[in-house]
C-alpha cells in the first residue's frame, strides 16, 4: 500500500449531484460511435426552442451553465479564463451503431456546485431535444425515467414515464467522493476510454507524457472547482508539476485515432483524440492520486464536458 497524503478539507465545500438520464429511443436511428460528443449543438438548438416558445426562465438558466460568464472574482478568473460548463457527460464509449424503437440510451450527467441549481431546467432540455432528435435531427425519445446517485454510489430511482415534476436529488461531496474510492496500490493504470483531445497554442498533442497530461488534469480540477463551487484548493501548483515529472510510467500504449471529419466548405478537416492507456508506479504517483481520481470525475480536454476525455483508473499488484 503507498504513502497518500491527506485529502484537502476544502473539498467537503465541493457538492454535486450524479443524475442517469433514460431516453427511450422512438425511431430508427444510426448513431455513430462518439456521435453522443456532439451534444452541445443540440442542446443549444433545444434551448433556442425553449425560449421561442416562451420558457424564458429556463432558457436563460441554461444559456449561463453552457456558456458560463466569466467571473468578477479576480482570483476565480485567474483559475479560469475561459469557464467550462457546470455539468460533466460521461455516457458509456459502447452507446453507438443502430438503434430501434424501444431501445433506451443512458445519459449520465454531473452537475458541479452551481449546476446543482439546473438540473430541472436540464430536464425541460432534455424533453424538449427528445421531440427534435439526438442527432442531427434523427434519433427521438421520450425522457421514460430520471434516477439519482447518493454518496455511497446507490442509485435511487425519482420517477419513470408520466408527467414529472420538479424533485431534488440526494447532495454529494468531493471529500465523501475520493473517501470511497479505490485505494493506491503498487501499479496504476489511467485508461482513456473516449476521445482525448488537448490543445498547446491552438494545435493538438498527438502525443503526451504523462507530466503534460498531468497538466492538464490539474487545470481541469482547479478550474472547475474555482469557476463552480468558489474553491482553491491548489496553494502551490508548482509542487504537484514536479512530482509529476518524477512519475515513473512503466507503459504507454496511447495513441492517436481520428473520429470525425468536419467538411467546410473548401476543405475537410479530420477530428480526433488519444485513446489507449499508461501504466504508472503507484510509489511515484502517491502525492497526485486523488487530483487524478478527480479529474477521472471531470474528464480532461477540449470538449469533456460533453463526454470526450473520459479516463478511468485501475489500481494493482
Known amino acids: 500500500m503507498s504513502y497518500l497524503p491527506p485529502l484537502p478539507l476544502e473539498l467537503q465545500q465541493v457538492e454535486y449531484v450524479k443524475i442517469y438520464f433514460h431516453l ?24 433556442r426552442t425553449l425560449d421561442e416558445w416562451g420558457s424564458t426562465s429556463e432558457a436563460d438558466q441554461l444559456k449561463k451553465v453552457l456558456q458560463p460568464p466569466l467571473s468578477n472574482d479576480p482570483h476565480v478568473r ?12 460521461s455516457c458509456a464509449p459502447e452507446q453507438y451503431g443502430l438503434f430501434e424503437p424501444g431501445q433506451s440510451i443512458v445519459l449520465p450527467v454531473l452537475f458541479l456546485g452551481s449546476g446543482v441549481l439546473v438540473v430541472n431546467a436540464f430536464v425541460a432540455m432534455l424533453q424538449q431535444l427528445g421531440q427534435q432528435g439526438l442527432y442531427h435531427g434523427t434519433g427521438r425519445f421520450l425522457l421514460e425515467a430520471v434516477e439519482s446517485e447518493d454518496a ?27 473517501e470511497r474510492q479505490q485505494r493506491l496500490d503498487e501499479k496504476l493504470t489511467l485508461d482513456v476510454v473516449s476521445p482525448l483531445r488537448l ?11 504523462f507530466a503534460e497530461l498531468f497538466r492538464f488534469v490539474l487545470r481541469r480540477v482547479s478550474s472547475m472547482l474555482a469557476s463552480h463551487s468558489g474553491v482553491e484548493i491548489i496553494d502551490n501548483a508548482q509542487y504537484y508539476l514536479d512530482h509529476a515529472e518524477r512519475v515513473e510510467v512503466l507503459g504507454d500504449r496511447l495513441k492517436w485515432q481520428d473520429w470525425r471529419t ?12 488519444l485513446l489507449g492507456s499508461m501504466e504508472l508506479s503507484g510509489e511515484s504517483s502517491a502525492e497526485l492520486f486523488w487530483v487524478l481520481q478527480l479529474g477521472s470525475l471531470l474528464q480532461i480536454g477540449k470538449g469533456s464536458s460533453y463526454g470526450a476525455g473520459q479516463y478511468r483508473l485501475r489500481t494493482h499488484c
Do not use: N
Not at 485567474?78 to 457527460?89: D, L, S, T, Y
Not at 455511497?152 to 475520493?178: I, N, V
Not at 490543445?199 to 507524457?209: G, I, W
Not at 468536419?262 to 483524440?273: N, T, Y
Open 78 to 89: 485567474r483559475q479560469a479564463q475561459k469557464p467550462a460548463p457546470a455539468f460533466v457527460i
Open 152 to 178: 455511497t454510489g446507490t442509485r435511487l430511482m425519482h420517477w419513470t414515464g408520466g408527467e414529472q415534476s420538479d424533485f431534488s436529488a440526494p447532495l454529494c461531496d468531493l471529500y465523501w467522493f475520493l
Open 262 to 273: 468536419l467538411r467546410g466548405e473548401h476543405r475537410h478537416q479530420d477530428f480526433g483524440g
Open 24 to 47: 427511450q429511443i422512438k425511431e430508427y436511428f444510426e448513431l455513430p460511435q462518439w456521435g453522443l460528443l456532439q451534444l452541445r449543438r443540440e442542446f443549444l438548438q433545444a434551448i
Open 199 to 209: 490543445l498547446h497554442q491552438q494545435k493538438p498533442l498527438f502525443k503526451v507524457t
